[in-house]
């Protein structure tokens, strides 16, 4: 008696989209619920750089 063990790739892919568009939906709730455009670090490197540096001149 042999065993086959199949993989269910259209499902595989199907829940690698959703995960993807689970994290941008994530991603836009919090910048709604924020009001703000960068929110982490990891939304945008530069535009936090400059936004810090803008906000250490002003005091």
Known sequence: ?????NTNVSA???LRNLNS??????????RLSTGLRISSGADDPAGLI????FRAQLG
Not at 1 to 5: H, K, L, N, V
Request: hydrophobic share 40%.
């Open 1 to 5: 008696m042999s065993f086959r063990i």
């Open 12 to 14: 595989m892919s199907a």
């Open 21 to 30: 568009t689970s994290m941008d939906l994530n991603k836009s709730v919090q």
């Open 50 to 53: 400059a936004s810090e540096s």
